[in-house]
């Protein structure tokens, strides 16, 4: 099992930028495939960017492509996500989240096993 535990968000404005950083707990924070989901008000949580254990193999939903960069720090146990050119529609509770899956398989719905309690990021227009 894994204790993850999110921070970086925030109050922006559109174009902005924001870092998020997930901080995981035990000696196996690499044996996972890391992933950021958000869940906006009304809306289903979803997963839109994710890892692989070894960090080499990401993958990312296509509303933030290009815009979200995820990596991953093993030897500190922490995940991050890069968010470039922020919209109206990136607010949401961004949650970090660690699974037996392939991180692929989270940016098509499968929920991942452990999650973090989520930090709040508001885009302002």
């Known amino acids: 099992q894994v204790q993850l535990v999110e921070s970086g968000g925030g109050l922006v404005q559109a174009g902005d930028s924001l870092r998020l950083s997930c901080a995981g707990s035990?000696?196996?924070?690499?044996?996972?495939?890391m992933a950021w989901c958000r869940q906006a008000p009304g809306k289903e949580r979803e997963c839109v960017a994710a890892?692989?254990?070894?960090?080499?193999?990401?993958y990312y939903a296509d509303s933030v492509k290009g815009r979200f960069t995820i990596s991953r720090d093993n030897a500190k146990n922490t995940v991050y996500l890069r968010m470039n050119s922020l919209k109206p529609e990136d607010t949401a509770v961004y949650y970090c989240?660690?699974?037996?899956?392939?991180?692929?398989?989270?940016?098509?719905?499968?929920?991942?096993?452990?999650w973090g309690q989520g930090t709040q990021v508001t885009v302002s227009s």
């Open positions: 890892i692989s254990r070894s960090g080499i193999s990401t």
């Open positions: 035990g000696r196996t924070f690499s044996s996972y495939d």
């Open positions: 989240a660690a699974g037996y899956s392939s991180g692929t398989y989270y940016i098509r719905g499968v929920k991942p096993d452990y």
